[in-house]
T-cell receptor, first 116, second 111 residues
Framework: AQKVTQAQTEISVVEKEDVTLDCVYE???????LFWYKQPPSGELVFLIRRNSFDEQNEISGRYSWNFQKSTSSFNFTITASQVVDSAVYFCALSETQAGAQKLVFGQGTRLTINP | EADIYQTPRYLVIGTGKKITLECSQT?????MYWYQQDPGMELHLIHYSYGVNSTEKGDLSSESTVSRIRTEHFPLTLESARPSHTSQYLC??????????FGPGTRLTVT
């Protein structure tokens, strides 16, 4: 069975610090997709990024960067120069294909608090 | 990016009432999903649909039911609400089964 583990339940840092959110996954599939979502206090989940299992290139988008390493089954997320608006719960997820409907397996989430 | 809507956003209702949570998307996505999220943050898939007239139960057993008569509409119904149903319900849709796009959620409180 597929599994996603976000070992950090809560992280609290001071604004402008860099912070890395860890994500470790388990799967037997050779083709799979990994995702990160952000859930601000308003409640909706906002899609941030998708990576497929064949593309291990790191990705950078502004202050956000993602490090995908198949060798360690990890897909970590780093926020550089954190801001108060980054405060949210962040979820890592793994796609699971069952009979045509790709389902997402979510990690437990990491609550990130950025203090001014 | 999908436009996906959920109503109501907040609902407080008494035990035993029948409720329907609405979910609609305007992007023509075939796949739609319902998740339940408790204050502990973890998301649990309770229903999903491949397309019109298709519904499947998710990983977490739920007393709710769903229907998919139109592509854009995926309502969730509780025939008799109980305090144990108090939770946040999130609806999502997906075009090719990759990333899912989520609605704003319905926070349900059953008293």
């Amino acid at each position: 069975a597929q599994k996603v583990t976000q070992a950090q339940t809560e992280i609290s840092v001071v604004e402008k610090e860099d912070v890395t959110l860890d994500c470790v996954y388990e799967t037997r599939d050779t083709t799979y997709y990994l995702f990160w979502y952000k859930q601000p206090p308003s409640g909706e989940l906002v899609f941030l990024i998708r990576r497929n299992s064949f593309d291990e290139q790191n990705e950078i988008s502004g202050r956000y960067s993602w490090n995908f390493q198949k060798s360690t089954s990890s897909f970590n997320f780093t926020i550089t120069a954190s801001q108060v608006v980054d405060s949210a719960v962040y979820f890592c997820a793994l796609s699971e294909t069952q009979a045509g409907a790709q389902k997402l397996v979510f990690g437990q989430g990491t609550r990130l608090t950025i203090n001014p | 990016e999908a436009d996906i809507y959920q109503t109501p956003r907040y609902l407080v209702i008494g035990t035993g009432k029948k409720i329907t949570l609405e979910c609609s998307q305007t992007m023509g996505h075939d796949k739609m999903y319902w998740y339940q999220q408790d204050p502990g943050m973890e998301l649990h898939l309770i229903h999903y649909s491949y397309g019109v007239n298709s519904t499947e139960k998710g990983d977490l057993s739920s007393e709710s039911t769903v229907s998919r008569i139109r592509t854009e509409h995926f309502p969730l119904t509780l025939e008799s609400a109980r305090p144990s149903h108090t939770s946040q319900y999130l609806c999502a849709s997906s075009e090719f089964g990759y990333e899912q796009y989520f609605g704003p959620g319905t926070r349900l409180t059953v008293t």
